[in-house]
């Protein structure tokens, strides 16, 4: 008898065939004339239920089957006697691989978020953290599909880096140094020379600079990997520890890349739709039930689904900073002073104003371009009215989701901005050196990938979708 997992039994079993499944314990019911027991095994969101014969088994076994037990149960496929599923299994042998002791925390009902958050290990096994995780895997894959269907090659750049000029101030220290005895300079600094790389080393913040190389060379390329920022911001929208995907293009300009990032989300979000519809019909429920609990002015104005099918059948809105400015200025909230950040021209947009623009003004993802030149990245290509070309993707309810830009390819240029920002020249040496061998205009973005999976599957807090959320005073498990 082959094991087979629930979600082949539920989806292709044959009525009458002998099986064997395994798994965890979600629920149990029952007593004299019959057992009900719910099992799942994290292959589907979908439990089977198994029923049981109470004259064919110890009383005591009945007792030791609890809510959270792992056990293994072979039996007859029968079909389904109760509206659920259509087929479940009839008892044969029950076997206890593990007991779970009274105190297992998850038991069946619903927990908050919070709750689940401080039992990280053992959240996986409910229903809306399991339906994540296997989201979170079909667009990992989906993304790997979507690049290598288009001729992109997958770039390993370094988790461990040498240059801090992206994130200076927001950084992770790598080193091997005795903190308690740290090798000195004459003036009292800290000699790196002593340090395992011999110089400062850092975790990194976004693999584009070492991603640009790539695409130097192969032409189309894209990262995707961990990435580590140190920001102290305690927010639902940052981690310190998150997955990036970046693609580099040569010979891309700001409209290419553009069009990539839309093409790409589109393409994500119908991948899910396609291919994670019972999690995806599950998480619908769980937010519209949200939803519900909220003020009516907080509720969103679509749901899940209909959110992710509208977002794949419209086109995203295209503008200027400049022109975002402008219909800020012109909103309610800007006028009634509702805003907490100020609206000027020069000044970032912070969330609330990216959120407006998205939920109110024009109720579809935005991509904003052409930003002021001082508020962005020193490799960001140059416009000649003090503006870069720039891009932001904009998402409702997430804000920012991609960052992106056309980069800046001419060596002087991309050399006295990188000194007028103070940027060390020594540590970036290599990165200079493509604008003199070869270079080619070229393009690239970077997608957060837990911003992603929030939005597919309508979390709002982005430590409930990576499995060991890395936050300010917090990496317990
Ligand atoms: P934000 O303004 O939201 O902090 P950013 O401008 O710092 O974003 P980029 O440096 O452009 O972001 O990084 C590219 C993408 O990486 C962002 O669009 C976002 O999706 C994601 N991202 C950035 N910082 C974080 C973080 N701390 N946690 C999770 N995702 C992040
Ligand atoms: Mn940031």
């Known amino acids: 008898m082959k094991t087979v997992c629930i979600k082949e039994i539920l989806e292709k079993g044959t009525i009458g065939t002998s099986v064997i499944v395994r798994g965890w314990v979600r629920t149990k019911r029952g ?14 969101i979908n439990n089977i239920q198994i029923v049981a014969d109470p004259l064919r088994f110890d009383a005591e076994l009945f007792g030791n089957i609890t809510t959270g037990a792992c056990v293994f149960i072979s039996g007859e496929l029968i079909a389904s006697q109760g509206g659920g599923q259509s087929v479940e299994v009839e008892a044969q042998k029950i076997e206890v691989y593990g007991l779970a002791s009274s105190d297992y925390p ?37 993304i790997h599909k979507f690049y290598n269907d288009k001729g992109f090659f997958y770039l390993h750049t370094p988790i461990i880096t040498g240059s801090d000029c992206e994130g200076a101030g927001e950084m992770f220290r790598v080193t091997t140094m005795d903190m308690n005895n740290l090798p000195k300079n004459e003036d009292g600094s800290i000699n790196y020379k002593e340090d395992f790389f011999g110089k400062e080393t850092n975790l990194t913040v976004s693999g584009q600079l070492e991603g640009e190389l790539g695409a130097m060379a192969l032409g189309k390329i894209y990262t995707f990997g961990p990435t580590f920022r140190s920001e102290n911001s305690n927010t639902a929208r940052h981690l310190a520890e998150f997955w990036m995907i970046e693609p580099e293009v040569a010979f891309f ?80 909230p800007f006028q009634k002073k509702q805003f907490k950040f100020p609206v000027e021209w020069g000044v970032d947009l ?5 959120r407006y623009l998205v939920e109110k003004e024009f109720k579809k993802p935005v991509i904003l371009t052409n930003y002021p030149t001082a508020i962005k990245s020193f490799y960001m290509k140059q416009n000649d009215d003090g503006t870069v070309r720039a891009m932001d993707v904009l998402i409702p309810g997430i804000g920012e989701i991609i960052g992106g830009s056309q980069r800046e390819d001419n060596y002087e240029k ?3 901005r990188a ?37 597919v599957t309508g979390m709002s807090n982005i430590r409930d979708v990576i499995p060991f959320p890395r936050t300010p005073k917090n990496a317990e498990f």
Not at 31 to 44: A, E, H, R
């Open 253 to 332: 300009e700001l409209e290419d890349n553009m069009d990539l990032a839309e093409e790409f989300l589109q393409y994500l979000v119908k991948y899910a739709l396609e291919h994670c519809k019972d999690d995806l019909d599950f998480l619908d429920k769980r937010n519209a039930d949200e939803e519900k609990m909220k003020k009516k002015e907080d509720q969103a104005e679509m749901g899940l689904l209909e959110r992710l099918n509208f977002v794949i059948s419209n086109r995203f809105e295209r503008l200027t900073y400049t022109e975002a400015i402008e219909i800020l200025k012109k909103s309610k």
């Open 350 to 354: 912070q969330s609330e104003h990216e």
């Open 414 to 416: 991309l050399k006295n």
């Open 106 to 142: 998850l038991q069946p009902k619903r927990h908050s978020l919070e709750f689940l958050r401080e039992k990280a290990h053992l959240r996986p096994r409910t229903a809306t953290f399991s339906a994540i995780l296997r989201i979170r895997h079909s667009l990992s894959f989906a």
């Open 31 to 44: 007593g004299k004339p019959v057992w009900f027991i719910d099992l799942n095994d994290g292959s589907t």
């Open 419 to 455: 000194l007028e920002v103070g940027i060390d020249q020594e540590s970036i040496w290599w990165y200079l050196e493509t604008r003199k061998f070869g270079t080619a205009p070229h393009s690239g973005f970077g997608l957060g990938f837990e911003r992603l999976v929030m939005f």
